[in-house]
């Protein structure tokens, strides 16, 4: 009987084998019984359907409720690329996956749209495993739009380290405003908050310029999230006659900032406007945060 067997004891055999020998069943025309039209290349995938319906819920719903006449007719998936669609296959395959950079995000995408958390641990593994200063910046987008915790934390632990560097990249320069607003409300940035603001001023008007939007446009949402007390005197005069003609800082911060200097007091100690960063240099305007040279 069936559940004679089940009871037995379990041993397992070569999982690298095993693998070897399912891949090769991935795209084999011979035994299979469903066919994918695949991307905007409409590339021809084979595959099984026990195999697919046995590791995927999603493709199990798919197989279980057909949406044509015809159950031999190709299954058209044109919003998933070749390449990433292969990729997920060989994961329901073989439980494995080869990965690169300019593929993972994709994936990930994939993993969590077909119920895949497989997959999906597999993904973020490599993006924490390769994290670089070059690569942090498309991590942390994928890491908010995707909701991974985890990804996300040690992203910005990156981008604390290294700041700097990671505001020259062009990753930076391609990030949401929503992911630059996350880096942006953290205390431990390593550096201070005049060359802060002009690298958000620089992703702003590069961002500008694609979009076809004002810069005050852009910057609505982030801007906020610089910390204008912790400019010097100069900087912030610089700043409020430069903001007079292009109006992209609202005038209550650029006040609120002029007080802070005139009284050296804060009003709440848990205000983020008056809170120092790691990267902070120390001067005299700052004493009242215990912040001197």
């Known amino acids: 009987m069936a559940e004679d067997y089940l009871n037995g004891q379990l041993l397992l055999g070569d999982p690298d084998e095993f693998a070897q020998e399912m891949i090769k069943l991935i795209n084999d025309k011979e035994f299979s019984d469903v066919q994918f039209v695949i991307g905007e290349e409409r590339q021809s995938i084979h595959a099984h359907k026990c195999i697919l319906a046995a590791r995927c819920e999603v493709f199990r719903a798919m197989f279980s409720t057909p949406t044509t006449p015809d159950d031999n007719a190709p299954l058209i998936l044109s919003d998933i690329k070749p390449v990433v669609f292969m990729a997920v296959l060989e994961f329901i395959y073989t439980n494995s996956c080869n990965l690169s950079s300019d593929l993972v995000i994709?994936?990930?995408?994939?993993?969590?749209?077909?119920?895949?958390?497989?997959?999906?641990?597999?993904?973020?593994?490599?993006?924490?495993?390769?994290?670089?200063?070059?690569?942090?910046?498309?991590?942390?987008?994928?890491?908010?739009?995707?909701?991974?915790?985890?990804?996300?934390?040690?992203?910005?632990?990156?981008?604390?380290?290294?700041?700097?560097?990671?505001?020259?990249?062009?990753?930076?320069?391609?990030?949401?405003?929503?992911?630059?607003?996350?880096?942006?409300?953290?205390?431990?940035?390593?550096?201070?908050?005049?060359?802060?603001?002009?690298?958000?001023?620089?992703?702003?008007?590069?961002?500008?310029?694609v979009t076809g939007l004002s810069l005050g446009e852009i910057l609505k949402n982030v801007i906020i999230h610089i910390r204008y007390p912790l400019l010097d005197k100069d900087a912030l005069s610089s700043i409020a006659a430069e903001n007079k003609i292009k109006q992209y800082i609202p005038v209550t911060l650029i006040a609120a900032a002029w007080k802070f200097h005139a009284l050296q007091k804060v009003d709440d100690p848990a205000d983020p406007q008056t809170t120092p960063r790691r990267g902070t240099v120390p001067r005299p305007s700052l004493r009242a945060l215990g912040l001197t040279s």
């Open 106 to 209: 994709e994936v990930l995408a994939s993993a969590i749209e077909y119920g895949l958390d497989g997959l999906r641990k597999v993904c973020v593994r490599f993006m924490r495993e390769n994290m670089t200063v070059g690569t942090v910046c498309e991590y942390v987008q994928a890491a908010l739009t995707y909701d991974q915790v985890t990804l996300r934390e040690e992203c910005l632990q990156l981008i604390e380290q290294h700041t700097e560097e990671v505001f020259k990249t062009q990753g930076f320069t391609e990030i949401s405003d929503e992911a630059l607003i996350y880096i942006l409300k953290s205390n431990k940035l390593m550096m201070d908050e005049i060359d802060i603001l002009k690298k958000v001023t620089e992703w702003g008007t590069v961002n500008a310029v």
